[in-house]
């Protein structure tokens, strides 16, 4: 398919086919022309090749076949950093140890330009994000939108040709997301720059872009502009992606100048608008959005009717949701005003809904076809290389289905924009349980029946074979146990080398930085136990207003030397390049550097909180099955089993006798005695209003 912006594009896309393994092609024939100063939106589902056409673009992946033009150049054999183009990543990907203003100039600074220029664009970029006053700040003293911000003016300040921006507003809460959704807008009005940007979210993309091209199965279905793609889907894969849809299957039986008659399953005759389906006796679906579907009486004698039951209302605050179901089984779903024309209906109540012709169209599929996937989301790094290899990999080998796995940095922000949307794009996704808590509670994952998991390999059945923390979730089942540690670099720490919690605090003694992730959780009972708590009380007195303050405090001793980060995984190379000399992360990614890497880190286990990861399911898959087919593989006593391979243990008693006995001593559950469990009780109690004092005192 391919999409024009005129005679004149500024980036053509030619052609263009990608394939990892020789056989399989991930984007099949894409083409694309985009108008200089173009908002071009890739959207679509996990795994559909949105993303894989941004990284070919940006020089990050090889093009199988055919050619990327940006300005009449063939930038297909240029390397990534000769081809003058800016990325906005979700992570924001900022140096967490350099001040605001030094993250600016840096991309200003590597193309060597003269320091009173770099210093005079530095102070303009600041002031058109609207940070002048944060410039000496670092990244970890900022909120989301603020650093989401630095990350886009980073991406412009060198006057890039096109800027590719990658998922940018998916961590962020659904309030944040809309404000950056509008700042990003206002910026490329202002300046006029070229923008490809990727989202799986619907309504950013129909808020922000000027063309948007939907995916699905490396096929372009559809390239238009919003209204185009929302109003007048081409097949019926659009028409559900965008927005929500109505189907009522039928057959064609006659076929007019732009409409097509349509005998529905249940008998009854509609005239819709013509689109992919222009056959008489062809198969077809009736696509009419919930705004349009009417209650008979408000529409004339030309209008299509339908007559179904009535089976609930949902209240939705400026509308109401009404949901029915016609003789033939096709749920319809109107959405009414909240106001005196919302009707009051009985259950089963049979009524007739009406919309006029113009407000549907008769679609098909589309043209491609998915087989059984699912999408599985964790956590990248050393553990999703484990996780990869000794569930994923062997789990579709063994089932046909095609596992889409994808990586993100913990929270709830994007599954709960996803549910609240029913836009669904994730089906399992592995949770740290402080996450897993506040998400179980506010609705956003299925329940689970832990009475259907597989008996051990040795026979013992499920409830007895898992760690008894491993089922006390009714949304989840745990996988492994893991450990937020500290370590240091050898060759760099000098002559006192750290061994307590203690040691973290003491910046007298082991002078320098030090590197945590920014947040409450964990930080909160550092701090205690530093500050002579005993591990057994830490929660106890972290309960009352005295102990956050007490908590507060000790952070406070080493505030000036913290250098704050978002993703375990930028620990490990903080520690390698010296940005801090004592860093926090997870235990598994330190021992994936020493033992992989042959990094000379020494981690330290004292004061160590433990926990547990979960696989959960979430909220309104259309998939809930097939992903809970996937968690009964998953935790298996023989997938479990890989995970020591990156120090992390298994939840089930029957995998360590087939795990490698090597790994054993760098285990959490080695060393139990020298740490805590995570509250996750007391994180879902406490959490958010922890949360909002954290943020309060880092911008102190």
């Not at 007739?352 to 169209?361: I, K, T």
């Not at 679609?363 to 990869?388: E, F, I, M, R």
């Not at 990999?393 to 940095?409: C, N, R, T």
């Not at 993703?567 to 992989?596: C, E, H, K, T």
Request: aromatic share 8%.
């Amino acid at each position: 398919m391919t999409a024009q912006a005129g005679n004149d594009a500024f980036l053509r896309f030619t052609n263009v086919k990608k394939t990892y393994d020789h056989k399989t092609l991930v984007v099949k024939d894409f083409n694309l022309n985009v108008a200089k100063g173009e908002f071009i939106t890739l959207l679509g589902p996990s795994g559909s090749g949105k993303t894989t056409c941004l990284m070919m673009l940006a020089g990050f992946e090889d093009v199988t076949s055919g050619e990327i033009l940006i300005n009449g150049r063939n930038v297909t054999s240029i390397a990534p950093y000769a081809r003058n183009i800016g990325m906005v990543f979700q992570q924001y990907a900022l140096f967490p140890h350099m001040t605001i203003r030094e993250n600016l100039a840096y991309p200003l600074k590597i193309r060597k330009l003269p320091k009173d220029e770099i210093r005079a664009k530095v102070e303009d970029y600041l002031a058109l994000v609207e940070l002048q006053a944060f410039g000496g700040r670092y990244p970890g003293q900022l909120s989301g939108g603020q650093r989401q911000r630095v990350a886009l003016a980073r991406a412009l300040i060198f006057a890039p040709d096109i800027v590719l921006m990658d998922e940018p507003l998916g961590a962020l809460d659904k309030k944040l997301r809309e404000q950056m959704q509008f700042e990003i807008k206002r910026l490329h009005e202002q300046l006029g720059f070229t923008v490809i940007y990727v989202t799986h979210d619907q309504t950013e993309a129909l808020t922000m872009s000027d063309r948007i091209a939907v995916f699905n199965n490396g096929v372009v279905q559809q390239c238009a502009a919003p209204h185009v793609l929302y109003e007048r889907p081409a097949n019926m894969f659009v028409a559900d992606f965008i927005g929500e849809s109505n189907k009522l299957p039928g057959v064609i039986e006659a076929v007019e100048a732009d409409r097509v008659q349509v005998r529905l399953d249940d008998g009854g005759l509609v005239s819709t608008l013509k689109a992919n389906c222009t056959e008489v006796g062809q198969a077809t679906t009736v696509s009419v959005r919930p705004e349009k579907l009417n209650f008979t009486a408000r529409l004339g004698a030309s209008s299509n009717q339908v007559k179904a039951r009535f089976v609930t209302r949902h209240y939705v605050g400026e509308y109401i949701r009404y949901h029915f179901e016609t003789a033939s089984g096709s749920e319809l779903v109107v959405k009414n005003l909240n106001d005196s024309s919302a009707p009051q209906l009985s259950a089963q109540e049979e009524i007739a809904l009406a919309w006029l012709p113009e407000d549907s169209q008769g679609l098909t599929a589309g043209n491609a076809t998915a087989q059984d996937s699912l999408t599985v989301v964790s956590w990248g790094g050393a553990y999703g290389a484990a996780q990869k290899k000794h569930v994923i990999d062997p789990y579709q080998a063994e089932s046909g289905v095609k596992v889409l796995f994808e990586d993100y940095s913990g929270g709830v922000a994007e599954i709960k924009a996803q549910v609240e949307s029913g836009n669904i794009q994730w089906d399992v996704v592995d949770f740290e349980v402080i996450d897993l808590e506040r998400a179980c509670s506010e609705g956003l994952l299925e329940t689970l029946d832990h009475s259907v998991l597989p008996a051990g390999i040795d026979g013992t059945p499920a409830a007895q074979d898992f760690i008894p923390e491993a089922l006390a979730s009714e949304c989840a089942v745990g996988n492994i146990v893991w450990s937020v540690v500290f370590a240091y670099n050898q060759n760099t720490i000098g002559g006192t080398k750290a061994a307590s919690i203690g040691d973290f605090f003491d910046t007298s003694k082991i002078p320098g930085k030090r590197a945590m992730r920014k947040r409450p959780q964990v930080n909160m009972e550092w701090a205690l136990m530093a500050d002579g708590v005993a591990p057994e009380e830490v929660y106890e007195v972290l309960a009352t207003p005295e102990g956050q303050q007490r908590a507060f405090d000790k952070l406070a001793s080493i505030k000036k030397d913290i250098v704050w980060f978002d993703s375990w995984s930028q620990a490990p190379q903080l520690l390698n390049d010296g940005g801090a000399v004592l860093v926090q992360s997870a235990n598994g990614r330190f021992y994936d550097a020493i033992v992989q890497e042959k990094k000379p880190f020494e981690i330290v286990w004292d004061g160590h909180v433990y926990d547990l990861d979960a696989w959960a399911i979430v909220k309104g898959t259309k998939k809930k099955d097939l992903a809970m087919e996937f968690i009964k593989y998953a935790t298996g006593s023989k997938p479990l089993a890989g995970m020591p391979d990156v120090a992390y243990g298994p939840t089930r008693k029957s995998s360590m006798p087939l795990a490698d006995q090597s790994a054993a001593p760098h285990l959490p559950t080695a060393h139990l005695d020298k740490g805590i469990q995570a509250g996750s009780e007391f994180w879902a109690d406490y959490g958010e209003s922890l949360g909002e004092k954290f943020n309060e005192w880092l911008l102190k």
